[in-house]
């Protein structure tokens, strides 16, 4: 199970990950991925140390690892931003991290190691986020850093391409595809 932190309470929500998936009793167990810019606001210039402290709490249970980011809005809202050919009625989506924004806010996590994981879902938030990890390949090349599109929804094959170029990995939903015409 993958689940993401920070968004409600993050001592309250690593509390209840502790109770329930180090209990004995549970079948599971859990990868957190913390929300990165929750986690900014709250705890300010020691947000990248406090996300590396979670590691020395990994049990064989839970683990804490990486960080997320919002490309842009969602699928079943309508808020995913579409490029070309666009909605049918004009609107443009919503991108959580604006585009000009993307390498700068995620830096720090990547200059720290961590493996981030981008929400996207429309060609205009997965164009920006393939975009801002070729800007982070260009400011400090990785190997193995396992940069994740979730959704990935809306794209293309030379965004496919792309991707597997700059080291990155993709969790698809296939069934926002479209057919090809």
């Known amino acids: 199970m993958l689940f993401r ?16 998936f180090n209990d004995p009793m ?8 913390t929300d990165a ?3 900014m606001a ?5 947000a990248v140390a406090y996300a590396k402290s979670l590691s020395s709490r990994n049990t064989d249970k839970l683990i804490f690892n990486g960080v997320k980011f919002f490309a842009d809005d969602a699928f079943l809202s309508l808020g995913m ?7 049918a009625d004009g609107r443009q989506g919503l991108f959580m991290t604006a585009p000009d924004q993307m390498v700068e806010t995620m830096r720090p996590w990547w200059e720290a190691g961590f493996q981030i994981n981008v929400h ?9 986020t393939i975009n801002a990890l070729d800007g982070l390949m260009a400011l400090k090349p990785r190997t193995d850093h396992r940069f994740a599109l979730h959704h990935y929804g809306i794209s293309t094959p030379e965004m496919a391409r792309r ?19």
């Open 26 to 33: 549970s079948p599971m167990r859990c990868v957190v991925v």
């Open 42 to 46: 709250g705890k300010g210039d020691q």
């Open 163 to 181: 991707v597997a170029r700059l080291g990155g990995i993709a969790s698809v939903k296939p069934y926002y595809s479209l057919p090809s015409l």
């Open 81 to 87: 931003v579409i490029e070309n050919p666009g909605y």
């Open 37 to 39: 810019v929750s986690l």
């Open 120 to 128: 996207t879902n429309g060609n205009g938030g997965n164009q920006a």
């Open 5 to 20: 932190s920070g968004i409600i309470d993050l001592p309250l929500e690593e509390a209840l990950f502790d109770r329930y």
